[in-house]
Every structure is written in structure tokens, then in C-alpha cells.
């Protein structure tokens, strides 16, 4: 028998983010070094994400972009394709035409059944990663790692009888290191020394400098590690910034484990690093930065699991600023918030959507 197939199909944009294409890559990983062959099907990955997949071994095939866009591609997010679906799964078809694949795993707001009827001449089987909930699949497996307070009634009617549903965070895509570091870590509890803060592989809106004006302001001497991607659009400015107020930057980071299990409170964006902290029990003040964020953070904050401040476009750093003096001057509050978020994620999610996989 040969290697078992496994292809993935995901975009990065600045309207999508890296949050989709890294959860991919660590399922990715995770069933290569089980064996299976991995191949990424993406249209317009930025540079630095080909040259990760290369470093880790991974076949990438670029999809070309087309003017076309079928009458009928009337999801909510079909303008982030740069194609029509039908076009999309020609094309992907064609990038899997030179072998059998025994999964086509899909993670993209933009593809829905229309899509998956179509590519399923490629495959014997279809997983669909997901959080929204908001048209129709046609897949064997789905996952939605988020916590919502609807989480099991979300998807009925949207996927076939059949279907296996992987819901929750007990299902949370995380790399190998925040398994490991989990079995180390106890509930914060003691004061607030060193902060985090992440809004995001691209952070279009730039949340991050606001985080960092609060922290400013604050004038309190604390170790404040900031973390931004390689495509971030303002890079420079923020690296100005770190200099001039001594934080320390890390810019495209191999270590963010590490750098969540040694920090004390995090100030970061509402989407799929939740469920890095939580793993690690780490307390956050969260913003939701996108549409699909918000009913995350929402419930999150409903049951205690995070701080939840609020949608980006009613935040702004004197909200920031007055919320982190808050926090430090609650230490039971961060302690019941570590273990609140420590309840929700123990890190086996990757292993146990690998099993259902076949791995």
C-alpha cells in the first residue's frame, strides 16, 4: 500500500488571515510524520507561507486566479475566492489529477457544496473545516474547533445525515508544543509581570499599535512582548515603537508557545490563537477584529474564559488602557479566567481529528 493522500485547500489574504492556512498546516504536519502524503492547493500564498511549506517538506501548487465570477456564487464571502467555485474546482481537480487522494480537506469561507459535489471525483473523502455555520456542505467529516452556546444545533440541515461533527474546542487544531507545554502549566495566580500581546498574522486595522499606546500609558514596568507576522503593513512603525518604549518584538515567531506559557495576560484578537491560550491557561483581554470573531469572543467571555472587550471598531486605547489597569488590579479575577480557559482546551484536538482521519 502507498502513501495515504491527503490534499488541503485554504487561502491567506489580508481580508482571510493566516489563522486558516496554520490550523490546516498543523493537521497537515501532524499526518505527515504519520505517514500520509500532504499536498497544499492555494491561490496566491504569500512568500514566506510557500518557503514554511517548503522548509517543512509540503507540496504546494499555486491555483491561478481568473476574472470569472459565476452568477450563483452568492455566499457572503464568494469576493474571496478570485474565482467562481466552479472555476476553483476545475482547478483543483486538475492540480489532483496526477494521483488518488484518499481526503480533500477544506478550509475556505468562499466554497461550499457546489464546490465539494464537484472536486469529489478527486477523493474518496471530504473534511470541511468551519466556524460559521452559514451555507451548505457536502463532506463526510466537519470540524468547528470554536465554543459557541448553540454549538451542537449550529450545523443541522447543513450537512448531509451521515456527517461526522468534530464541535468544540475539544477538537482545537493546536501544534505539538502546546500539548507538551500543557501537561507544565497551573492556573496564573500572583501579580502581572509579563504581558502578551497578538492581534494576528496580518492585523489590517492595526490593533496591535493600539495595544501598545494603552501600554504606554499605563507607565507601569512590566516585560510586554509583542508578536506580528512577516505581511503585517505596519511593521515598521510598530518595531519604532517597541524600541522606543523597551518591548520586544518578535516578528514572525517559531516560539509562540513559549511565549504564551511564560507571559502572565494577553491583549489579542478574538479567532483561532483563543484556543493557543486557552490550552495554556493563559487570561486575555480579547477583541473581536473580524465579523467571524465576534461570537467567539462573545462566548468565551459569557462563561469566563477570556475578558471580552468588545468589537474593534468600539475599542480604542484609552478603552484598552483603563481595562488592563482593571485586570491587574484583580488577581482572582485573572486566576478564575486561567482556569476557566484551562477547562475548555487540553491540547489533544489535533490527535483526535488525525484518528478520525485514519491516522
Not at 116 to 131: N, P, Y
Not at 206 to 232: P, R
Not at 273 to 279: F, G, L, N
Amino acid at each position: 500500500m502507498g502513501l495515504r493522500g491527503i490534499a488541503f485547500r485554504v487561502d491567506v489574504s489580508s481580508k482571510i488571515g493566516t489563522g486558516h492556512f496554520m490550523r490546516c498546516l498543523t493537521l497537515a504536519e501532524a499526518l505527515k510524520v504519520q505517514g500520509a502524503q500532504i499536498r497544499f492547493l492555494c491561490r496566491n500564498l504569500p512568500t514566506y507561507l510557500i518557503d514554511l511549506l517548503n522548509i517543512k517538506d509540503i507540496e504546494h501548487i499555486a491555483l491561478v486566479s481568473t476574472d470569472d465570477q459565476e452568477l450563483g456564487d452568492d455566499l457572503a464571502h464568494s469576493g474571496w475566492l478570485g474565482t467562481s467555485q466552479a472555476q476553483d474546482a476545475k482547478a483543483t481537480i486538475q492540480a489532483l489529477a496526477d494521483q488518488s487522494w484518499d481526503w480533500i480537506v477544506v478550509d475556505h469561507y468562499a466554497l461550499d457544496e457546489r464546490w465539494e459535489r464537484a472536486v469529489r471525483k478527486s477523493c474518496t473523502k471530504l473534511m470541511v473545516i468551519d466556524d460559521l455555520a452559514d451555507r451548505h456542505h457536502d463532506c463526510e467529516v466537519l470540524i468547528d474547533q470554536n465554543y459557541y452556546s448553540d454549538m451542537q444545533s449550529r450545523y443541522i440541515g447543513k450537512v448531509p445525515k451521515g456527517c461526522q461533527l468534530l464541535l468544540g474546542p475539544r477538537y482545537a487544531l493546536l501544534r505539538e508544543e502546546f500539548r507538551k507545554l500543557r501537561t507544565e502549566v497551573k492556573p496564573h495566580i500572583g501579580d502581572v509581570k509579563r504581558i502578551l500581546v497578538f492581534f494576528g498574522g496580518i492585523d489590517v486595522r492595526n490593533y496591535t499599535a493600539v495595544a501598545i499606546k494603552a501600554l504606554k500609558e499605563l507607565n507601569i514596568k512590566l516585560h510586554i512582548d509583542v508578536v506580528i507576522g512577516a505581511q503585517h503593513p505596519h511593521c515598521e512603525q510598530i518595531q519604532n515603537a517597541c524600541i522606543a518604549y523597551g518591548f520586544i518584538l518578535h516578528v514572525q515567531t517559531s516560539s509562540m508557545a513559549k511565549l504564551i506559557s511564560e507571559a502572565d495576560l494577553a491583549i489579542g484578537a478574538g479567532g483561532s490563537a483563543s484556543w493557543e491560550r486557552c490550552c495554556l491557561g493563559l487570561p486575555t483581554l480579547t477583541i473581536a477584529v473580524a465579523e467571524n470573531q465576534i461570537n467567539i469572543a462573545k462566548s468565551l467571555g459569557s462563561i469566563g474564559a477570556c475578558c471580552y472587550l468588545g468589537e474593534e471598531v468600539v475599542v480604542n486605547s484609552h478603552i484598552l488602557q483603563h481595562a488592563i489597569n482593571k485586570l491587574l488590579l484583580a488577581p482572582g479575577k485573572i486566576r478564575l479566567i486561567s482556569q476557566q480557559a484551562l477547562l475548555l482546551v487540553d491540547g489533544l484536538g489535533t490527535s483526535r481529528a488525525s484518528q478520525v482521519l485514519g491516522f
